[in-house]
């Protein structure tokens, strides 16, 4: 019982001879289709899937398919909210941070303006870690002193800003710390 049909197509009708070129033939063999092989060997798809409807039955092979379009479908939506996950966590951080202003009162920072202008976490990050209260765990475990974040980053980065003549945020005390 022959389950595949074969054509075989000879080496001289798929390249020009002449010309010595690796460009395909015009020449269309019968039976040729577009399922041909680079080695010249035609399978005809359909006869594949006779064989299995013939040998399991079609609703064997007909459930087999649609499981295996139901895991292609899953596995996009796992793909799809994978990336929706991974996306959606880089925008966890909140727009405004009130940080601890010690005697002056509390800073209202506006951490997604920085990040949006900077556009690098490690010029601020890199005195104190990517986390609540950072800045305060840092100063109690001795890494940090008082007021060393305002005065080395911020009240300087806007110095350096207004001196180049871009617009920058406050660089006096009271203009940030608020006493309510």
């Given at each position: ?92 951080n909140e ?43 840092s ?42």
């Amino acid at each position: 019982m022959k389950f595949f049909q074969m054509n075989l197509i000879k080496p001289e009708n798929v390249f020009h001879a002449a010309s010595k070129s690796i460009s395909p033939s015009v020449k269309w063999m019968p039976g040729h289709n577009d399922s041909t092989i680079n080695h010249g060997i035609q399978l005809r798809p359909i006869y594949i899937l006779g064989f299995f409807v013939r040998r399991y039955g079609y609703e064997a092979v007909r459930r087999k398919m649609e499981m295996r379009l139901i895991k292609k479908l899953g596995a996009g939506f796992m793909i799809l909210f994978f990336c929706a996950a991974v996306f959606g966590a880089e925008e966890k951080n909140e727009a405004k941070i009130l940080l601890h202003g010690g005697n002056n009162g509390e800073v209202s920072f506006d951490h997604k303006l920085h990040q949006t202008i900077l556009k690098d976490c490690s010029l601020c990050h890199m005195l104190f870690p990517q986390e609540t209260g950072g800045i305060q765990k840092s100063v109690k475990e001795g890494k940090l002193k008082e007021k060393q974040v305002m005065n080395t980053l911020c009240i300087n980065c806007h110095k350096e800003k207004k001196k180049a003549g871009v617009k920058a945020g406050p660089v006096t005390c009271s203009r940030c710390h608020s006493k309510k």
